[in-house]
Nanobody
Framework: QVQVVESGGGLVQAGGSLRLSCAAS?????????????VGWYRQAPGEQRDLVAQ???????TYADSVQGRFTISRDNAINTVYLQMNSLKPEDTGVYYC??????????WGKGTLVTVSS
């Protein structure tokens, strides 16, 4: 059974930090190797669409949305099938549900159920 599970969300004051984790499990990741995947973190604010916040490729190249550049850092630990999103200097507009999307070669995608981040002003 394939699972992608996000964790680490919570309530934080503006200026604070959180670290989100995205853990993948299941036979498909053992077969294909989590290290071959690209992983993206997405944010969905209330009433808004789901937008890409950060992405890391199999070669560990990273990209960020302009709104989080310099404040967020995405990283991965292939030994434990986990990708992290370190979020610093959080702002109220960072509030939303954060989703992890794991993309294997050939374009197979898996989504987690999300973790809620609330930043108070």
């Amino acid at each position: 059974q394939v699972q992608v599970v996000e964790s680490g969300g919570g309530l934080v004051q503006a200026g604070g930090s959180l670290r989100l984790s995205c853990a993948a499990s299941g036979s498909i990741f053992r077969a294909s190797g989590f290290s071959t995947s690209s992983v993206g973190w997405y944010r969905q604010a209330p009433g808004e669409q789901r937008d890409l916040v950060a992405q890391i490729t199999r070669g560990e190249a990273t990209t960020y949305a302009d709104s989080v550049q310099g404040r967020f850092t995405i990283s991965r630990d292939n030994a434990i099938n986990t990708v992290y999103l370190q979020m610093n200097s959080l702002k109220p507009e960072d509030t939303g549900v954060y989703y992890c999307n794991v993309i294997l070669p050939l374009g197979v995608k898996y989504w987690g159920k999300g973790t809620l981040v609330t930043v108070s002003s």
